[in-house]
């Protein structure tokens, strides 16, 4: 089995994998990407009252509170599925007919709040179906991508395969990527877009000026897509522009730190137009994002829509908050910050490299301290800080190799039952633990059934066990299917 045979089995598995943790949650964008998707219209008009962060400009329509570029990008799989769902629907008519109220067993009220409103409007089956649709065309692909991408990086970087294959399989499921997947999330799509645009400036190859400036130019078309997906990439791009400029500076003086932050900002023109674009549309001007024409809520209203300075409570919660800090999420991303002091290596990075990726996490850090919206995370899980991760693994590759094995053992071992467990039950990781250990593995399409079991999954009131535990034993199997079958002689074996 060559490189190509690994790569395609690792994709394999990242979406297998990635696609039986889905579920049925609806995000806002998601609204957004069926309107794209069936009419080609930025108004989600049809489903307002279904989401707290879709509102309504009086003669303008309605709207999302957040970028559109998720939403884009959603548009296409579900687009693609439409003839198969409406095909559904003709078949089965009463899918699509209105229901009466039902019981969601979850703490949390709104979520039974808005699926009892869109059971009134018949929507609920619908709406499920467009999230697996984008799940699976497009957060299980552009996972499984991401594995393979830094797979085929650290091959050439590190010169070792296998442990190119080990790390790439960590980073794809024992980090917050795996729990951010389950269903659309532009969180998660800016940390694809970072993982990309910092694998093509780092991919081994030619180092003359002309080569670099096209390498530029494409992180700049990846942070810009990034920053159409979420204002959160502002910070990002920042720093990578910085980079851009330092680097071309100690390689040629001004001269060529132009030439390279010219492609760079040359690479982001097409997504921001884009969005200038939308906001043009959607609110009558391009200058200002959605949440300038939000209605006042708690958190609006402090600073200007929500921004403030950085404070000291979120700067903690956003690392270590039981309930979405990020090292509690995946606590191996702490070791990290020995990076600054390793020797030199093969397998290290560049002192530019180190200082980019810790001003990139710092920078992000500091945005989303100053973001009081932030404080919602506890209804969602880790969140704001997701687009570090690439960054922050990145920095810890050369640590795992220095660390004892018993101690990088146990900080992988902890991310990973944190990242499994959370991705399974979609709980806060002390909740998701719990839950595994004491009821076993499942996955989240079966717990949400079981809490909506008199609505939808009568045989499934008792508990989703055995049922879970046998699913995930047809994942492993089928897993273990791709790894082994038509197998031949492999570097990794």
Same mark, same amino acid.
């Given at each position: 089995?060559?490189?190509?045979?690994?790569?395609?089995?690792?994709?394999?598995?990242?979406?297998?994998?990635?696609?039986?943790?889905?579920?049925?949650?609806?995000?806002?964008?998601?609204?957004?990407?069926?309107?794209?998707?069936? *009419?080609?219209?930025?108004?989600?008009?049809?489903?307002?009252?279904?989401?707290?962060?879709?509102?309504?400009?009086?003669?303008?329509?309605?709207?999302?509170?957040?970028?559109?570029?998720?939403?884009?990008?959603?548009?296409?799989?579900?687009?693609?599925?439409?003839?198969?769902?409406?095909?559904?629907?003709?078949?089965?008519?009463?899918?699509?007919?209105?229901?009466?109220?039902?019981?969601?067993?979850?703490?949390?009220?709104?979520?039974?709040?808005?699926?009892?409103?869109? /059971?009134?409007?018949?929507?609920?089956?619908?709406?499920?179906?467009?999230?697996?649709?984008?799940?699976?065309?497009?957060?299980?692909?552009?996972?499984?991508?991401?594995?393979?991408?830094?797979?085929?990086?650290?091959?050439?970087?590190?010169?070792?395969?296998?442990?190119?294959?080990?790390?790439?399989?960590?980073?794809?499921?024992?980090?917050?990527?795996?729990?951010?997947?389950?269903?659309?999330?532009?969180?998660?799509?800016?940390?694809?877009?970072?993982?990309?645009?910092?694998?093509?400036?780092?991919?081994?190859?030619?180092?003359?000026?002309?080569?670099?400036?096209?390498?530029?130019?494409?992180?700049?078309?990846?942070?810009?897509?990034?920053?159409?997906?979420?204002?959160?990439?502002?910070?990002?791009?920042?720093?990578?522009?910085?980079?851009?400029?330092?680097?071309? %500076?100690?390689?040629?003086?001004?001269?060529?730190?132009?030439?390279?932050?010219?492609?760079?900002?040359?690479?982001?023109?097409?997504?921001?137009?884009?969005?200038? %674009?939308?906001?043009?549309?959607?609110?009558?001007?391009?200058?200002?994002?959605?949440?300038?024409?939000?209605?006042?809520?708690?958190?609006?209203?402090?600073?200007?829509?929500?921004?403030?300075?950085?404070?000291?409570?979120?700067?903690?919660?956003?690392?270590?908050?039981?309930?979405?800090?990020?090292?509690?999420?995946?606590?191996?991303?702490?070791?990290?910050?020995?990076?600054?002091?390793?020797?030199?290596?093969?397998?290290?990075?560049?002192?530019?490299?180190?200082?980019?990726?810790?001003?990139?996490?710092?920078?992000?850090?500091?945005?989303? *301290?100053?973001?009081?919206?932030?404080?919602?995370?506890?209804?969602?899980?880790? /969140?704001?800080?997701?687009?570090?991760?690439?960054?922050?693994?990145?920095?810890?590759?050369?640590?795992?190799?220095?660390?004892?094995?018993?101690?990088?053992?146990?900080?992988?071992?902890?991310?990973?039952?944190?990242?499994?467990?959370?991705?399974?039950?979609?709980?806060?990781?002390?909740?998701?633990? /719990?839950?595994?250990?004491?009821?076993?593995?499942?996955?989240?399409?079966?717990?949400?059934?079981?809490?909506?079991?008199?609505?939808?999954?009568?045989?499934?009131?008792?508990?989703?066990?055995?049922?879970?535990?046998?699913?995930?034993?047809?994942?492993?199997?089928?897993?273990?299917?791709?790894?082994?079958?038509?197998?031949?002689?492999?570097?990794?074996?």
């Amino acid at each position: 089995m060559g490189r190509s045979g690994i790569a395609t089995r690792l994709f394999l598995t990242a979406w297998l994998v990635y696609g039986a943790h889905l579920t049925s949650n609806v995000a806002r964008e998601t609204y957004l990407a069926m309107s794209i998707g069936e *009419s080609l219209t930025f108004r989600v008009d049809p489903y307002l009252g279904l989401h707290d962060d879709l509102f309504e400009i009086p003669g303008r329509g309605s709207y999302i509170n957040s970028n559109p570029g998720a939403s884009m990008l959603g548009a296409l799989p579900y687009a693609l599925a439409r003839p198969a769902i409406a095909a559904l629907f003709r078949l089965k008519p009463a899918l699509g007919q209105p229901k009466p109220p039902a019981g969601y067993d979850d703490p949390r009220p709104n979520r039974a709040k808005f699926m009892n409103e869109m /059971r009134a409007r018949g929507l609920d089956v619908k709406l499920a179906l467009a999230a697996f649709a984008i799940q699976l065309g497009l957060m299980a692909t552009l996972g499984a991508i991401a594995a393979v991408v830094l797979f085929r990086f650290l091959t050439h970087r590190l010169g070792d395969e296998r442990k190119a294959l080990w790390l790439a399989l960590l980073y794809t499921f024992a980090t917050p990527l795996f729990f951010r997947s389950a269903f659309l999330n532009q969180n998660a799509i800016v940390a694809h877009m970072v993982l990309f645009a910092w694998v093509g400036l780092g991919w081994p190859g030619p180092g003359d000026d002309s080569a670099r400036v096209r390498r530029w130019l494409g992180a700049g078309v990846f942070l810009g897509i990034g920053l159409l997906c979420d204002y959160s990439t502002v910070p990002l791009a920042f720093v990578f522009g910085c980079w851009a400029i330092w680097e071309g %500076w100690a390689a040629g003086g001004l001269r060529a730190a132009a030439r390279r932050s010219i492609a760079y900002i040359a690479g982001t023109a097409g997504p921001v137009a884009l969005l200038l %674009w939308y906001q043009w549309s959607a609110f009558g001007s391009p200058w200002f994002p959605a949440q300038r024409y939000m209605p006042a809520t708690e958190y609006s209203v402090l600073g200007w829509k929500g921004f403030t300075l950085p404070t000291f409570d979120l700067l903690w919660r956003n690392l270590f908050d039981p309930r979405f800090g990020l090292f509690v999420f995946c606590p191996m991303l702490v070791l990290a910050f020995a990076a600054p002091f390793l020797r030199r290596t093969r397998d290290a990075l560049t002192g530019r490299e180190v200082t980019i990726a810790l001003a990139g996490v710092g920078a992000l850090w500091l945005f989303s *301290s100053a973001n009081q919206f932030a404080n919602l995370q506890w209804n969602t899980g880790v /969140r704001y800080m997701v687009p570090a991760v690439p960054l922050l693994f990145f920095l810890l590759v050369p640590v795992l190799g220095v660390l004892p094995r018993w101690v990088s053992g146990i900080a992988i071992g902890a991310s990973l039952l944190v990242s499994w467990a959370t991705a399974m039950t979609r709980e806060d990781p002390l909740i998701a633990v /719990r839950m595994v250990f004491t009821e076993g593995p499942t996955l989240p399409m079966l717990i949400v059934l079981r809490k909506t079991a008199a609505a939808y999954a009568p045989f499934l009131q008792t508990g989703v066990q055995p049922a879970g535990i046998i699913a995930v034993l047809v994942l492993a199997l089928t897993v273990w299917a791709v790894w082994r079958i038509g197998r031949g002689t492999s570097s990794v074996a």
